[in-house]
């Protein structure tokens, strides 16, 4: 299992720098125990005199700040969702030593109970460091767009569950998907404001204009509620996937929600795996609300890193076949299979800019967290996460808090 380096622990990669939107060859990084201590062009630092290990990496390698994925149930058999402790750290792990170094751990809907118990084990496994946070995918959510949740457990807006599943996550509940057309949502979106809990509109079948004033909302809470000068946007969980498809005589709130993110007013989630969304798509998002505004995820489940088979989602069976998830009950889409590394790669090879996807991996994400000043960056001081990858992104070197990590196809 992962945990912090020792202070002494110096380690240095060379390579093209791709962080903050921007690339720069010839960079290097240097690390020191557990933090960033100097990113930029090779020529400007003394190897020498800092001295340390030297990664071996490929030709052409490319130097990512670690990975950030906001919405994420698990990996490698492990269910975030049911709870279960070892096979929650075993997805950790797996996860970490793919490059996703930060995460927030997703919780579907389910009984009270369960979640409540979801919700302590992975605020202890925040305690520990393993994990960025909790996202709640529900329970207030809508029964018509509810995709992979059962709908048995969804439930209108509850403030007094609400408070009960924010006071379980001990500070640890970053942000909570919703549906804005249920009775009570207004409510619950000041309700987690008050509690520094970002809302995340989605698997809703709400109209543009509740959409539209459920986001301004959020936004304009969110900016009364910030601290120092912190702005923080509500977010769009999986634009397109859980919300009705976008017309022209009847736009939904996917209009909504791309007019928000182009004005700089939210951040919406694409998960750009393949399955959940055509290439195309991901390439007319970037065009029409830049990086900046979007965060890419997985949505990744038990199946990421694993083969086709029989899998569960929180209290839901399902089946895993040609790497695509679907639900046994309904046939719909069950989550991801693909790790946020192998995500930023099919939004390049779809047509985007390598730094473009980069960002909306890991500085974007880090900024709906609110700890862009911690980690999603290459930069000195920052948290010493850093993935190397080879010219084509594919993983060559995952180093978390400043520990080099054995790469998953290493056991």
Partial sequence: MTSPASQQTRLVARGRIVSDGETLDDGLVAIEGDRIAYAGPAADFDAAEFGGEELPLPDGALLLPGLVDLHCHGAAGGDFPSGDEDSARRALDFLHRSGTTGLLASLVTAAPED????????????????????????????????????????????????????????????????????????????????????????????????????????????????????????????????????????????????????????????????????????????????????????????????????????????????????LDATGAIAGGTATLLDVVRNTVEGGVPLAAAVRSATAVPAEVLGRIDEFGSLRRGLCADLVATDSELRLAAVVRRGQLLPLPNAD
């Fill in 115 to 326: 979640l409540l118990k979801a919700i302590r084990l992975f605020a202890r496994l925040d305690a520990e460091g393993l994990v960025s946070g909790i996202h709640l995918e529900g329970p207030f959510l809508s029964s018509t767009r509810c995709g992979a949740q059962n709908p048995d457990f969804l439930l209108e807006p509850d403030l007094g569950l609400a408070e009960d599943l924010i006071e379980a996550a001990e500070g640890n509940l970053e942000t909570m998907t919703y549906a804005p057309e249920l009775p009570g949502a207004a409510a619950l979106v000041d309700l987690l404001i008050q509690h520094g809990v970002t809302p995340s509109l989605g698997h809703t079948d709400c109209d543009d204009a509740t959409a539209e004033a459920s986001l301004a909302q959020a936004r304009d809470e969110l900016t009364t509620a910030g601290f120092d000068g912190e702005e923080t946007l509500p977010t769009v969980t999986h634009l397109f996937n859980g919300m009705p498809p976008l017309h022209h005589r009847s736009p939904g709130p996917v209009a909504a929600c791309l007019r928000a993110a182009a004005e700089g007013r939210a951040v919406v989630e694409l998960v750009a795996d393949g399955v959940h969304l055509d290439p195309a798509t991901v390439r007319t998002v970037y065009s029409l609300v830049g990086e900046a505004n979007i965060a890419l995820v997985t949505d990744s489940m038990a199946a990421a890193g694993l083969g086709d088979g029989q899998y569960t989602l929180g209290p839901s069976a399902v089946t895993v076949r040609g790497g695509v998830a679907t």
